[in-house]
């Protein structure tokens, strides 16, 4: 069997909060698992393979975030890549530029995302900086607690063909509504930093599931569920809930 491989696209461009480590995480649960992966790393103008099974975009700047559209849309294989059945997992920015149209800038010009997620930001009223905790359903119904922390000055709404992938307990969100980012086919958003995988094993293991087709088998890691316990505590401590 040829190794799963993981493309992290841009990260000199959109990797300003540690979102690589995103990369590390998923390539080593499948590590742990005896399961061959590979890291590919993209940086700007360099081309993007069509081959990867889970494509991963971070968090970034204004300017960076339309110079990566820019790129992804001249290069075109991350769409070829998606169409194939690839997940792309993409956190703030990267949220964002998967999405229809987001604003940069003092005067928010309006900028065309990459059309994969049915989602538009704006600048909200308020820059969202803090800590976060969602609620998001697994697709076996069950409830899984998602930690990170937020920085995000837009505010995104969702359109019909996108749903949200959490529902928010502490923080701000994608527009202070109550609902945390979005799922649109293979296509996950979300605005958590952390790394986000790093905190919130289950879903790099969702989005590895989705990409290899297949159910893995459990990681008991007792001390990371003891870390989650510690965080999701302290964080409901100081957090206002919403
Ligand atoms: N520039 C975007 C915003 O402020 C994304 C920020 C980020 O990636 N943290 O909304």
Redesign the pocket.
């Known amino acids: 069997m040829s190794p799963v491989e993981i493309v992290l696209v841009y990260q000199s461009l959109?990797g300003?909060?540690g979102d690589r480590g995103n990369a590390m995480v998923l390539r080593q649960r499948l590590a742990w698992r005896g399961i061959d992966a590979t890291l590919t790393v993209v940086e700007p103008g360099d081309p993007v393979p069509s081959t990867g099974s889970v494509y991963l975009l971070?968090?970034?700047?204004?300017a960076?975030?339309i110079s990566a559209v820019k790129g992804l849309k001249a290069d075109g294989h991350l769409f070829d890549a998606l169409d194939r059945g690839a997940v792309l997992f993409a956190?703030?920015?990267?949220?964002?530029i998967a999405g229809n149209t987001?604003t940069?800038g003092e005067q928010d010009d309006v900028i065309e995302g990459l059309g994969l997620l049915d989602v538009d930001?704006r600048?909200?009223p308020v820059?969202?900086v803090g800590e976060i905790l969602t609620r998001w359903k697994r697709p076996d119904g069950s409830e899984y607690l998602i930690t990170g922390f937020?920085?995000?000055?837009?505010?995104t709404t969702l359109g019909a063909k996108a749903k949200p992938l959490a529902s928010v307990e502490i923080g701000v969100g994608n527009a202070n509504d109550g609902i945390e980012g979005a799922v649109q086919g293979t296509v996950v958003g979300t605005?958590p930093?952390g790394p986000v995988l790093a905190r919130n094993p289950a879903l790099a293991d969702h989005l590895l599931e989705r990409a290899l087709g297949r159910d893995l088998e459990p990681l008991p890691l007792p001390e990371l569920d003891e870390l989650r316990r510690q965080r999701i505590a302290a964080v409901r401590k100081t957090g206002t809930r919403r």
Do not use: K
Not at 91 to 96: I, K, L, N, P, Y
Not at 150 to 155: L, V
């Open positions: 959109l300003i909060y971070g968090g970034g700047e204004d960076a975030q956190v703030c920015a990267g949220f964002q987001f940069v930001t600048r909200g820059r969202a937020e920085n995000h000055g837009g505010f605005y930093h």
